[in-house]
């Protein structure tokens, strides 16, 4: 039996009738930019991140791009990222000519540890990027404790984490930003490209509307740079009917992890993900640990199941951050975890025969 890695056809197929009703609706309008479709998902998605505000933005890149332009962080300034997690996160700091300041994550969650935020502060340091990995809220109270003690916003990267939870409150809901992916393979994915901010102050998404559009407000009046930052009213159209399903699909991917958590306890040197006191982890990525991660990989890739690495190369090692000098050994843990980890199929239409085809997989490797 296949078991693909993900498979977006069968989430179409769910949705099929009440998306080609909406399109049917829409296309004729010829609508395309901003407006009421743009600005009732914006609603939808603020209030499903228990956040006051959202702004649908063209990408999680861009959304984490505009928060640091909004911060007017530049050229002198530091950002403290994690060395483990996808590249945009810290290229955008590059991006804006200021420093990406790696730090360690967490062995046991592949989250970025508190206590190194705080030993790299320093007094350019100008903003923290936690990033809530693979589904799972960051160890928020400790990173917020230190936020205020410095003065330093957080913007949180909440593209992994929708609908992550730590308390009963959600991804985006805690920082002064959040920053949301709707890359088709994301919990909630558009059909393209697409992305969000949220805001706990009524002056940033005042801010980020302007640099959304050019920097403009009022028609070829452009009071700062910006970019085209704007999210499709065809991707908000499609967002917003997911939307609505969204909370059944956080469940079944819980459902599928809690089976891999009971099936895959004890064998060979696995090291199952955690899910920490008082969160939801919404498992975007379902992720273990084994010293043995290319022999499992292609076991199960002869087998016909599809399972990913995130990420090979920690950020600072990539080729592109060579500038800043850093070696081998700088971040032990991530360097570790990215010879370890191994996502498998965890999307929420993976039926009961796949989980068990995949499982069945992994046991036969451990028991050659
Ligand atoms: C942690 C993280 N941050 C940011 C992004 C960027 O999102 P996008 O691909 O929508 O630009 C991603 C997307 O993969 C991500 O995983």
Redesign the pocket.
Known sequence: MNVPFFDLKKQYQRLEAEISPALEKFLPQQAFILGPTVESFEKGMATYCHSPFSLGV???????LMALEALEIGPGDEVIVPAF?????AS?VVRRGATPVFVDVDLNDYNILPAAIEAAITSRTKAIIP???FGQIVQIDAIQKIAIKHSLPIIE?????IGAEYKGKRAGSFGRFG?????P??NLGAFG???ALTFSATADYDHCKILRMHGSRIRYQHEEIGGCFRLDALQALILEVKLRHLETWQEERRSNAAFYNRALQGIGDLILPVENPNCRHVY?QYVLRTARREGLKSHLTALGIGSEV?YPIPVPHQKSMDYLGHRPGDFPNSEQLSQEVLALPIFPELDRSQLEETVKGIRSFFAA
Not at 85 to 89: A, I
Not at 157 to 161: I, L, N, P, R
Not at 179 to 183: G, I, L, P, R
Request: net charge negative; proline share 0%; hydrophobic share 35%.
């Open positions: 063209s990408s999680g890149t861009d959304a984490l997690t996808f590249y945009c996160t955008v990033v809530h990995l990267d909440c593209a992994q984490g920053a949301f992916s709707f890359f393979t994301k490209d697409g992305g975007h995130y």
